[in-house]
């Protein structure tokens, strides 16, 4: 291919630049000044609390399976050594709980959301993702915070394995919205046209969650 040559275009190319159009792909990390760096009403804290609906699912690495569905061109069964072969990535974010903790420069690696859109090619009038958890958790997105620039499906955690406790083997990491959006113990990925909220979203917490907008609940 010569310098003056153009890729060929596919529908994943065509959904991209209406993406860009849409102003989607530009909601993911955000330069701000240091005393800007914490939400309101969030304080900082060095240790990482450990939320859930109470139930810990025990699922090992050799049991672990997801799925990605629904309104995309290439539906996606991995397995772990399928997940692994994927192109791998490190990001260092912030994380904001919508219970008022923020702890900052957590290390995580995984499968960045770009590369798995890249792989699952969402259909033209795919608008959100659900994500399903293990424990039966489920959270909704719209497609453009889902594909923000530093979110991606974590396996580690500063340098080691994500633990059981902290969603793995497998958790989504949205830095940008508080931190029930971000799915622990991921199982499946589910590309929908019309919104689905999740767990949380029909018990009174905000659809979106903007932690600098303090989206904490449906009437904020």
Known sequence: ????????????????????????????RVTRPEE?????????TADWPVLDLGMLPNVTRERWRLD??????QTIYWDWPQFMAQPQTQF???IHC?????????QWEGLATSDLLAACQPREDARFVVLHSYDGYTTNLPL?????????LAHSWSGTPLEQEHGGPVRLVVPH?????????????EFVTEDAPGF????GYHNRGDPWAEQRYSGD
């Open 144 to 152: 453009e915070d889902f594909a923000a620039e530093d979110a991606l």
């Open 200 to 203: 949380w979203e029909v018990r």
């Open 1 to 28: 291919m010569t310098d003056d040559q153009e890729p060929p275009e596919s529908k994943l190319t065509r959904s991209k630049q209406r993406w860009a159009r849409e102003g989607k792909f530009l909601t993911g």
């Open 177 to 189: 919205l508080y931190f029930w959006k971000s799915a622990k113990w991921l199982q499946r990925i």
């Open 92 to 94: 260092v974010s912030d």
């Open 98 to 106: 919508v219970t008022t903790w923020s702890r900052y420069d957590n």
């Open 36 to 44: 800007q760096r914490l939400p309101p009403g969030q304080h900082l």
């Open 68 to 73: 990605v569905y629904g309104a995309v061109e």
